[in-house]
């Protein structure tokens, strides 16, 4: 569920890989790469976890994707913090 959209326009089953202009890059790079671990057809079975389209890992993923951005969701304070985290990590 979004509660806030993203300030720019995201094709969501499609993300690329680099990060839209005036999006948080640390967590884009996180968001996109499970978004990879749980990228499945949608009429399959997800590789990755083996759940039903679409996998919690890949909603987790789109809603990271969409926080990246600007956007606003029930998942937006665990990106946040996990971001901070792994940008606190980086400065080491
Ligand atoms: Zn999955």
């Known amino acids: 569920m ?3 959209a993203p300030a720019v326009e995201l094709d969501l089953d499609n993300p690329p890989i680099d990060p839209p202009g005036g999006a948080d890059l ?16 949608h009429d399959a079975p997800c590789p990755s976890c083996q759940m039903a389209w ?3 890992g890949n909603l987790l993923a ?4 969409t926080v990246a951005c ?12 996990l971001a901070r985290i792994r940008a606190r990590e980086a400065d080491r």
């Open 2 to 4: 979004t509660l806030k």
């Open 26 to 41: 640390v967590m884009w790079s996180m968001a996109r790469e499970l978004f990879a671990d749980h990228e499945a057809d």
């Open 54 to 56: 679409p996998c919690p």
């Open 62 to 65: 789109r809603q990271g994707l």
């Open 70 to 81: 600007g956007g606003d969701n029930t998942m937006a304070d665990y990106w946040r913090g």
